[in-house]
């Protein structure tokens, strides 16, 4: 069964940057589409971005295009979002996602999801 685990979420001042990982495992990822997305309290899930198989493919949000990067490592079936310059409006609890085509924002596309990391930027 495949499962995605994320992990380094936390609490970052204004300004300040994080790391998330999302760790696959139980099956075999060669083609697949990895992705970020993030819910906040009263909100709907919004996409925050993804990245093809290759990584020579990246899409991102609005909201976070030149502050965030994706990137994966397929050795280690892991994908990253390095976040920097973080404002109070990123506070979320960001997914990771797994999906079989690259139409990024569709979230229907997605099968697999983790469970989530809270991430808590202060003012």
């Known amino acids: 069964q495949v499962q995605l685990v994320e992990s380094g979420g936390g609490l970052v001042q204004t300004g300040g940057s994080l790391r998330l990982s999302c760790a696959a495992s139980?099956?075999?990822?060669?083609?697949?589409?990895m992705a970020w997305f993030r819910q906040a309290p009263g909100r709907e899930r919004e996409f925050v971005a993804a990245i093809r198989w290759s990584g020579s493919t990246t899409s991102y949000g609005e909201s976070v295009e030149g502050r965030f990067t994706i990137s994966r490592d397929n050795a280690k079936n892991t994908l990253y979002l390095q976040m920097n310059t973080l404002k109070p409006e990123d506070t979320a609890v960001y997914y990771c996602?797994?999906?079989?085509?690259?139409?990024?924002?569709?979230?229907?596309?997605?099968?697999?999801w983790g469970q989530g990391t809270q991430v808590t930027v202060s003012p």
């Open positions: 996602a797994l999906a079989r085509g690259w139409l990024p924002t569709r979230q229907g596309l997605y099968d697999t």
């Open positions: 139980g099956g075999t990822f060669s083609g697949y589409t």
